[in-house]
C-alpha cells in the first residue's frame, strides 16, 4: 500500500518532469529558430532560400559561394575592412567609457567634492534622456570640427561614460565597506592608489559587466554610424549590412544572410566567454541586453 | 604647504570627474542648447538659421499628420510591448523557477535573442520571416489560414511583427525575475501552504507584490527604451507600409536628414523628452500605491 503510494507520486514526478521538458523543448525551438533560419539561409543557394524559406536543412548547397561573395564586400570595400572598423571603435569605446564611468563613480561614491551632489543628479538626467534627442547637433558640432566620416565620430560618443555605467559602479562601490580605503589611507595610499590597488580588485566583476554591455551596444550600434558615416570605406558592420539589403546594390541574398551570420559571431564567442558574467549582472543590475 | 583635506578632496574629486564632465558638456550640455536654439528656426544646413518664434510646434500640434501618426505608432509599440514582455518573462521566469535537469541550458537559450536583438542582422531575419513568402506565410498558409498579405505587408498588422521581435527579447527581464523570485523567502510560502491557499491565490498575494520592485524597474527602463525604437521600424519595413511602423525617432531621423528640417527635427526632438519625461514622472509618482518595498514594512 505505502510503496505504491510513493510509486505513484514518483510517476507523477515523473510526468510532471516530462510536461516541463516538452514545454521547454518547444519554447528553445521557437527561440532559436530565427537564427538557426539565418546559418541555414546562408547555407542555401540563392535561387532555393525562399522556395522552402522554413526549412532549416538546405536542398541546394552554395556555403562556400555564399560566404565568399559576401566577404567580399560592396563598393569595392571588403567586408573584413568593416569588421575592422566596427572592432576599432567598439574597443576604443569601450576602454575609454568604462574607464571614465570608473574614474567618475568612485569620486561620486568616496570623495566629498563641492556639488558632488549636483553632478550627480546630472548623471541621472542623462540617463532618462534618450540620446537621439542629441544627434542633431551633435552631427552639426561634429561636421564643424570635420571629424564625421572618421571612426573618432562614432568613438566619441561612448568615450566619456555612459550615465547607466556610473549609477551601477556607484552602486557597487557603496556596497563596499570604507573601512578598506580608511586603512589603506592610513597607510599612506593616496585616492589613486585606493581605486587600482584596493578596490579595483573588488569592482572588477562589475566592470567586466559593463565593459561586456558596452562591447554589445557599440557593436550593433546603427543609428549613430548612419548618421556620422557616408563614406563607404569607414562603414561599421551594421551599415554594410544596411546597404547590402538594398537590391539595387546588391542582389545577393545568399551573401546577405553568411554576413549577417558573420557579424553574430563576435557577440556570441564573447556571450559563451563570459556568460557567468552576464547572467550574473543582470540578475543583480537588471541591464537591458 | 599641506593643503586642507576639504582642499584636497576637491582637486582629486575634479580630476576624477573631468573625463565625465567634458562629455557631459560637450555631449549633452552644449547640444542641448544648440538643439533648443534650433528647435525655434527653420534651419537647412546650408543656409544660416532663420528664427521663426514656436512656429515649429504649432505646426507639429496643428498641420503634420505624420507627427501624430509616429506619435500613435510609437505609443502602440510601447503600451503593447512593454506589458506583453514582461508578462511573458515573468511565466517564463516561473516556469524556470524549478528544480529540473538541464534548467541552466534552457535559461541560456531563452537569453540568447536578447542578446544579439538589437542587431541588424535579426532585423534582416525578421524581414524574411514575416515578409512575403517568408516562412510565417507558408506554415499559415499548410495550416489553412489564406492571407492576402504578409504580415509585413500589411499596414495594420506590420507593427504587431515589430513588436514580437520585442517581446522575443524577453530573456534579460526573465534573468531578473529569476533572480528577484530566489529572493522571496520560502517561509511566506509554506505559511500560505499551512492556511490552505490556492496557487493562484499565492501567486497574487505573495509572488506579485514581492515582485513589484522589480516590476518598477523593469517597467522604468524598458519604457525609456522602447520609446527609442528605431532600428527595427528602419530595416524591417522602413516605416511602412502607409506610415504603419513610422516611430516617432525614425520621423525625427527624416525630417532632419532626408529633409533638412533641422529646426523641425529638434523641436520633435524636445517633445519626444518631455513625453518620456511626464511617463517617467507618472511612474514614479505611481510608485508608492503599488510598488512595495520590503524595507517600509515593520
Keep these: 500500500m505505502n510503496n505504491k503510494k510513493t510509486g505513484s507520486i514518483r510517476s507523477k514526478k515523473k510526468r510532471e518532469a516530462a510536461r516541463f521538458h516538452i514545454g521547454a523543448i518547444l519554447l528553445s525551438f521557437i527561440m532559436v529558430y530565427p537564427l538557426l533560419w539565418l546559418v541555414a539561409s546562408s547555407f542555401k543557394s540563392n535561387d532555393t532560400i525562399f522556395i522552402d524559406s522554413y526549412s532549416l536543412i538546405p536542398k541546394v548547397w552554395d556555403a562556400v559561394k555564399n560566404y565568399t561573395t559576401g566577404w567580399e564586400g560592396i563598393g569595392g570595400v571588403p567586408f573584413g575592412r568593416f569588421m ?58 561634429m561636421e564643424k570640427l570635420g571629424i564625421t566620416n572618421t571612426k573618432l565620430a562614432l568613438i566619441l560618443p561612448w568615450a566619456f561614460g555612459s550615465a547607466f555605467f556610473i549609477f551601477l559602479m556607484v552602486q557597487f562601490f557603496r556596497g563596499i565597506p570604507r573601512e578598506l580605503d580608511e586603512a589603506a589611507e592610513i597607510d599612506g595610499c593616496g585616492k589613486f592608489g585606493i581605486l587600482f590597488k584596493i578596490l579595483f580588485p573588488v569592482v572588477r566583476p562589475t566592470v567586466v559587466t559593463c565593459s561586456i554591455f558596452s562591447f554589445y551596444w557599440i557593436w550593433q550600434d546603427f543609428f549613430q554610424p548612419l548618421i556620422f558615416m557616408s563614406d563607404i570605406r569607414e562603414f561599421t558592420v551594421p551599415l554594410a549590412l544596411n546597404m547590402y539589403l538594398d537590391p539595387n546594390s546588391f542582389n545577393n541574398y545568399g551573401g546577405l544572410f553568411a554576413m549577417s551570420f558573420v557579424s553574430l559571431i563576435p557577440i556570441i564567442l564573447f556571450f559563451i566567454i563570459f556568460q557567468k558574467y552576464i547572467v550574473e549582472g543582470i540578475a543583480m543590475d537588471g541591464i537591458k541586453g | 604647504m599641506s593643503l586642507s583635506k576639504k582642499r584636497r578632496n576637491n582637486i582629486v574629486g575634479y580630476i576624477l570627474l573631468t573625463p565625465w564632465l567634458v562629455g557631459f558638456v560637450c555631449m549633452y550640455l552644449i547640444p542641448s542648447g544648440m538643439s533648443l536654439f534650433y528647435s525655434f528656426t527653420d534651419y537647412n544646413l546650408l543656409s544660416a538659421p532663420d528664427f521663426i518664434g514656436i512656429d515649429n510646434y504649432i505646426r507639429m500640434f496643428t498641420r503634420d499628420e505624420k507627427f501624430w501618426q509616429a506619435l500613435k505608432v510609437t505609443f502602440m509599440y510601447v503600451l503593447i510591448l512593454v506589458p506583453a514582455r514582461l508578462a511573458f518573462a515573468l511565466c517564463v521566469a516561473m516556469m524556470v523557477n524549478k528544480k529540473h535537469k538541464g534548467i541552466g541550458v534552457y535559461r541560456t537559450l531563452y537569453y540568447i535573442p536578447s542578446i544579439i536583438g538589437g542587431s541588424i542582422a535579426v532585423s534582416v531575419v525578421w524581414r524574411q520571416l514575416f515578409g512575403n ?63 490552505g491557499s490556492r496557487p493562484f491565490y499565492t501567486f497574487f498575494h505573495i509572488t506579485i507584490p514581492m515582485l513589484t520592485p522589480t516590476i518598477f524597474f523593469n517597467l522604468i527602463l524598458q519604457i525609456i527604451n522602447g520609446f527609442r525604437v528605431f532600428t527595427e521600424s528602419y530595416v524591417i519595413t522602413d516605416g511602412g507600409p502607409l506610415d504603419g511602423t513610422l516611430s516617432y525617432v525614425l520621423y525625427m531621423y527624416r525630417k532632419a536628414f532626408t529633409h533638412f528640417e533641422m529646426g523641425y527635427s529638434c523641436a520633435l526632438a524636445w517633445v519626444f523628452v518631455a513625453i518620456v519625461a511626464v511617463f517617467t514622472v507618472l511612474l514614479f509618482w505611481t510608485q508608492n500605491r503599488w510598488v512595495y518595498y520590503e524595507s517600509d514594512a515593520k
Design chain 1, 84 to 141: 575592422w572598423n566596427s572592432l576599432v571603435v567598439t574597443v576604443a569605446g569601450t576602454v575609454c567609457g568604462v574607464f571614465s564611468a570608473l574614474l567618475a563613480a568612485y569620486a561620486f561614491s568616496r570623495i566629498e567634492f563641492a556639488f558632488s551632489k549636483f553632478w550627480f543628479g546630472c548623471v541621472i538626467v542623462t540617463l532618462m534622456i534618450p540620446s537621439q534627442v542629441m544627434v542633431v547637433p551633435q552631427f552639426i558640432i
Design chain 2, 133 to 195: 513568402g517568408g516562412v510565417f506565410m507558408s506554415i499559415s498558409e499548410a495550416l489553412g489560414i489564406k492571407q492576402r498579405s504578409s504580415l509585413l505587408g500589411n499596414p495594420d498588422t506590420a507593427l504587431l511583427a515589430i513588436i514580437l521581435l520585442g517581446v522575443w527579447q524577453f530573456g534579460s527581464s526573465m534573468l531578473t525575475f529569476l533572480s528577484a523570485l530566489k529572493t522571496i523567502p520560502n517561509s511566506l510560502y509554506e505559511s500560505a501552504m499551512v492556511d
